[in-house]
């Protein structure tokens, strides 16, 4: 006689064979996480084959038909009303990576694993050569198998939207666009008044000599403070720092650092940590599930700005952390003041390249990539004009010229990745995080001064509650919504950066 | 109509089946690089999951039926004939760790896995109690288990056999046996000479305050001078140091430093590094097929006791090192002459702990445990009298008595993990070595005086063209009689040590 299965066997199956990929992916992080940071030279020869042999047996674990098949069954009406509140997560989001995982054809995935692999090489000789016609065929290619992925994957959505749906599930180009107006043009406003108040802020107190060790124990005490969990996590070193976890016990941050200049570590490690408190506070039952991850890449650069910018980059996390640094170089900052410290971290200037640039100039430096790639992938610019449209809208919206494709269109390996639809995400953790920072002060008044004393665990404490507890159960605006009361909108951070800068430039 | 497959289809698909296995078990590896030396604590609460998903899939991925049908359509005669000479080896070797992963059935592979887990942890307990009772009925259940593994694998060996040619292919008890009876023989005869000289070695120069930096620099440095590749490898710290490789490009080692002792890290890192030149020096050509590693235990440990003990532990050595070592530092070796270093690290002295044994009476620990695993697996004893056969062949061989268990039967972990065939090859490397130091010697001339000037590159070309260059593709002692015209046995080995120790206890 044949026995029925159980929702509650159904619900097993389906989290045994996630957690099975969910493990795989992990293994597959420690690789890349030792490649980036402990990997000798040579170890690379044998390295790309262990990574492409775990990923394709992830791939196949992952899109088994009996994965799509167990998903179907709960999703079924009266299979879907007796599941809990936490699998009817783990089935929705699990069904937006299934569908996306195998969707794409073979041949379609191989084909733009070759031309994102060509395509970094050729952007690499081409920005070394500052020629983007050099470029210009592979990036035509990988527009090209972009659309034609955005195709498969998109369910009446404009092509764009199929794609920036992988890294902000749920957003469109539609809700960004007014947004991204209103941030373009007050910033660019606010530039102007930055210009005219013709104040240089001082940076020389941080370029001095800082010995490699104390810079690096000095962030280690910032992280600390900030919470992160040294037990279930570390800090190393790499040419570009990242933060990558196998589960929320073990959660890895690098930084880099330079002897003569103290922002690059200390910015680096904060920035970096602001993404590790995030991991290290999902919830552990969330572990192995498909959920156990930062919910948007939105989300997770709001968590890493709001501490970089928002609480690094104050004058109350320098009244904190100026005697702590006195500690490490009592010659370096013998003369520094909180006020000192704060304006030579925030000095505000229009520039060519988008990773140097602070905290205004960053977000027109994305809205400009924003612009650009969405009416590539919608056919309203070609892939020939892109230098052109590039350095006119640099004009436009940060007043300067690129005098070469190296400085301009050139400098970014995203698009030569396949990453288009990622730019966006950007500005979305800055605005993001300005909702959450007022949303903070709303919630705790004396919330300035419990920083000023280096009280940060009051800020761990309410991102827990608010943000990390959802993992990736909720989308990334939705998460934000519910902690703040409000749609994704710019009004909070361009009134922090008015203020901000107001009271650093003096106007 | 139906295409015929050629033999270089059949290999092509061997090889692609094989060198995926490899790529995952090396991707394996690294997760256990990492758990040992970088791993933050709490990292662990993942770390089982994400290993047991590897070993699933790579089991998994090895033991597919297809592996068995490609090797046995290269095995037919027709088809053998036509294979390369690497192809065969392939095909044997492969063949071999085939049948031993097939063999098994799975219940069996399951119950062993559970058997050996709970048995680790009762271990512990019991050797903390020093209550060899407490751990009986577990050993009790691996040696039936044990058994029954060797009833599935063995094709007419003892189940001793089956289980000893695991870690040492083609090696027999009844070949060990007289070659041990040998070496016993004359080892305690040996030890009887020593004790008789009254002569104690003067430890109290390694026994000083050695700084950890330094002595780490200094086993960097003895480590580059025997041609360890710091671009294809590195030297970290943990708790019990280990060799491992991600291919022959990319081969770590571990050390542990004790600041009271000079010894602990130097010979660690002397150990582990000659175990890392075996690896590093494997053909590029055998990666990836399941040749590219050393032969056997017993061929990996006479590598590193070759540099260890024969080279690291000689006066030779010393004449070389000691100026160097003097360079970190000068106040502590500042009396030390090379005779005096070479007396201080060969100090002999009975002693029940293996671990911590010299190398003359660490071959009478091993023999001892050879003997009784093998009664125990061929049925001559019984788990329970255990404890008193220890203790009993403990006073035969090295004239002591055990106070305790823990000091006695409980020591080693090996048994409780299941490891039984595993102990004898600490000694065939200690036999390996000799017979291959004597044939260096042979080949070599001046090898003495070049040692003496830190000349070891000499030694590791030998070591390439004699031992490295055949990978797996070779059995052990075929290896070792290739290179020096005879099979194992313990002459060379009973000559060293009768010539070292008569010099340096004067008799």
Do not use: C
Not at 144 to 151: C, F, T, V
Not at 257 to 282: C, K, P, R, W
Not at 284 to 311: D, V
Not at 428 to 451: C, M, S, T, V
């Amino acid at each position: 006689m044949a026995r029925v299965t159980t929702v509650a066997e159904l619900v097993a199956e389906l989290r045994a064979r996630i957690a099975e990929a969910s493990d795989l992916g992990q293994a597959a992080a420690v690789l890349g996480w030792d490649q980036e940071t402990m990997m000798p030279p040579k170890g690379a020869m044998f390295r790309a084959t262990q990574q492409a042999a775990l990923a394709g047996v992830i791939h196949e674990r992952f899109t088994q038909p009996r994965v799509g098949e167990l998903l179907s069954a709960l999703e079924a009406p009266d299979t879907w009303t007796q599941l809990s509140d936490l699998d009817r997560a783990i089935v929705r989001v699990n069904r937006r990576d299934y569908d996306r995982a195998t969707k794409l054809p073979a041949a379609l995935v191989r084909d733009l694993a070759i031309a994102t692999t060509e395509g970094v090489e050729s952007w690499r000789k081409a920005r070394e050569e500052s020629r983007f016609d050099r470029f210009a065929p592979n990036l035509r290619r990988i527009v090209d198998l972009k659309r034609q992925e955005a195709g498969y994957i998109g369910s009446g959505a404009s092509p764009y939207d199929a794609l920036l749906d992988e890294y902000e599930p749920g957003m469109t180009a539609a809700q960004l666009q007014p947004i991204f107006v209103n941030l373009r043009q007050e910033t660019v406003s606010l530039l102007d008044r930055i210009d005219r108040s013709g104040k240089p802020l001082d940076r020389t107190v941080l370029q001095q000599e800082y010995a490699t060790p104390k810079q690096l124990a000095f962030t280690e005490v910032v992280l600390r403070k900030m919470g992160f969990d040294f037990e279930a996590g570390r800090q190393d070193l790499s040419t570009h720092p990242f933060t990558t976890n196998f589960g929320p016990t073990d959660v890895r941050i690098t930084t880099r650092v330079d002897e003569h200049e103290l922002g690059m570590a200390l910015y680096g490690s904060i920035h970096e940590g602001g993404h590790a408190l995030y991991e290290q506070g999902i919830p552990l039952e969330l572990a192995r599930t498909g959920l156990g991850n930062g919910s948007s890449l939105g989300t997770h650069e709001s968590q890493s700005r709001l501490w970089e910018n928002f609480i690094g980059r104050s004058e109350m996390f320098w009244t904190w952390a100026l005697p702590l640094l006195r500690q490490e170089f009592p010659v370096q900052v013998a003369n520094a003041s909180p006020e000192r410290m704060t304006a030579a971290v925030n000095q505000v200037e229009r520039s060519y390249i988008r990773v140097e640039a602070d905290e205004v100039t960053y977000n027109l430096h994305i809205i400009l990539r924003f612009e650009i790639e969405r009416r590539l992938i919608d056919g309203e610019i070609q892939v020939d004009e892109l230098p052109s449209v590039w350095n006119e809208m640099m004009g436009q919206y940060l007043g300067l010229t690129p005098p070469n494709d190296r400085l301009g269109v050139l400098q970014d390996t995203h698009w030569a990745s396949g990453l288009i639809g990622y730019f966006p995400t950007y500005s979305l953790g800055n605005i993001y995080a300005a909702q959450l920072w007022a949303a903070l002060h709303r919630d705790i008044p004396d919330l300035d001064a419990r920083i000023s004393r280096g009280e940060f665990a009051v800020v761990l404490d309410w991102l827990r509650q608010r943000i990390f507890r959802y993992g990736r159960s909720l989308d990334g605006a939705d998460i934000v919504e519910r902690a703040t009361g409000e749609a994704p909108n710019a009004t909070y951070l361009v009134e922090y950066l008015n203020r901000k800068y107001g009271a650093l430039y003096g106007f």
